[in-house]
């Protein structure tokens, strides 16, 4: 079993199941919970996961297709994008690896592309909860990477839910807007590009969605100044 990655929260490995090759998704038993809020909350966010994964695939969104879940076993069996990257180390390679203008050209389009694929999640009521850049990957088309040609996969859809109103949405937005700003300061204008192509996306709710998003940011602002 090899391992993939190992966080507070659980662990990745690569396994099988029913012979196809697939990432395991392991949740850890918290000791400091009391068990059965434990057990329900990991119960939890595995459905979470699994209904918005089943809800994207039927609105034509990428992301890995769930091939068994086991609840008691803490455990979600998933379809493993091998040669993808993560929408984090893109945007950095992107940077690293090419003239200014032809990065921020590649920033614009990636932002543009993403911002289509949250617009089309929020038109139908699906708030992903934790929108990061390493919670997006960019799945190349062929074979050797190339920086314009690939699918955008979206993951990590253990805190998400459904719901129609703009609050949840003007939420999801801000979250990333702030993931930005951490993880990606030295380029200020992505999260631009991602709300442009957002508004056209996201259907008639839109202008309420980005004021519902205004106010949030700006109820976050008030809270960082009094500290
Ligand atoms: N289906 C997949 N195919 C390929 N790589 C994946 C897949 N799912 C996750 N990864 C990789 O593993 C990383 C962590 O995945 P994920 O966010 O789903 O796990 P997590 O335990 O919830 O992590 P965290 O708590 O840090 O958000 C991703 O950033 C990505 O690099």
Not at 108 to 120: E, R, S, V
Not at 142 to 150: Q, R
Not at 162 to 190: I, M
Not at 197 to 205: I, L, P
């Amino acid at each position: 079993m090899k391992i993939f990655k190992q966080g507070a929260e659980g662990r990745l490995y690569l396994g099988e199941y029913n012979g196809e090759y697939c990432l395991v998704k392991e949740r850890f038993i918290k000791q400091y919970r009391h068990p059965d809020l434990d057990s329900q909350i990991s119960r939890q966010r595995i459905k979470a996961e699994t209904k918005a994964i089943s809800r994207c695939l039927n609105s034509g969104i990428l992301v890995p297709r769930i091939l068994h879940t086991d609840l008691n076993g803490r455990k979600i069996y998933m379809e493993y994008f091998g040669k993808a990257i993560t929408a984090k180390e893109y945007i950095q390679r992107a940077v690293a690896e090419h003239e200014d203008k032809v990065a921020e050209e590649l920033l614009k389009n990636i932002g543009a592309k993403i911002g289509t694929i949250i617009g089309k999640l929020h038109a139908n009521n699906i708030i992903h909860g934790d929108l990061t850049t390493s919670n997006i990957l960019i799945n190349p088309k062929g074979n050797n990477f190339d920086f314009n040609v690939y699918d955008i996969v979206f993951i990590d859809f253990g805190l998400s839910h459904y719901n129609q109103g703009a609050e949840g949405k003007g939420v999801d937005l801000y979250v990333l807007e702030r993931a930005l700003l951490s993880t990606h300061s030295e380029q200020p204008n992505l999260f631009e590009h991602i709300l442009e192509a957002y508004r056209k996306e996201c259907g008639k709710d839109e202008s309420t969605v980005v004021a519902k998003f205004e106010e949030v940011r700006a109820r976050g602002r008030k809270r960082t100044m009094i500290g």
